[in-house]
C-alpha cells in the first residue's frame, strides 16, 4: 500500500509548505489543527504526518503518547514561526527529537 505524506500546519505556514506540492491542512486555530491531527492519525493511507508544534501541543498529552506508539503514521512536529532570534530553544528541541528517536539524550555542542 502506497502511503502519503500529510501537513497540518497554521494559515501563516501554509504557503511555504505547499510549495513543497504536499497535501497541505491548513488550519485557522491550533485546537483545529490538533482535531485535523487526530483524524489523520487514523487515516491508513498516511505514512507521514508533518504537524505545527502548537497543534500538537493542543492535543491532550495521553493522546500524543498514543499516537507516538503507533508504528505508523510517523508524526514529526515542527516549530512555528517564531519572529524572536534564535536562542538556546532550538538547540533543546533539537535535541529533544534526537532524545525520542534515539532513546537517549545527546549533548550538541
Do not use: N
Not at 498514543?66 to 516549530?79: D, S, W
Not at 524572536?84 to 525520542?100: G, N, T, V
Request: one cysteine or more; a positive charge; glycine letters at 6%.
Amino acid at each position: 500500500m502506497k502511503r502519503s505524506v500529510r501537513i497540518v500546519c497554521r494559515s501563516e505556514e501554509a504557503p511555504g509548505f505547499a510549495l513543497s506540492g504536499q497535501p497541505v491542512d491548513e488550519e485557522r486555530t491550533v485546537a483545529d489543527g490538533a482535531a485535523r491531527i487526530a483524524v489523520l492519525a487514523r487515516d491508513p493511507a498516511v505514512g507521514l504526518l508533518l504537524v505545527d508544534e502548537a497543534c500538537w501541543l493542543a492535543l491532550p498529552e495521553s493522546e500524543r503518547r498514543a499516537l507516538l506508539r503507533k508504528p505508523l503514521p510517523l508524526i514529526v512536529p515542527f516549530p512555528g514561526p517564531a519572529w524572536a532570534p534564535a536562542s538556546a530553544a532550538a538547540e533543546a528541541h533539537l535535541a529533544e527529537i534526537l532524545r525520542q528517536a534515539l532513546g537517549y539524550r545527546v549533548r550538541l555542542r
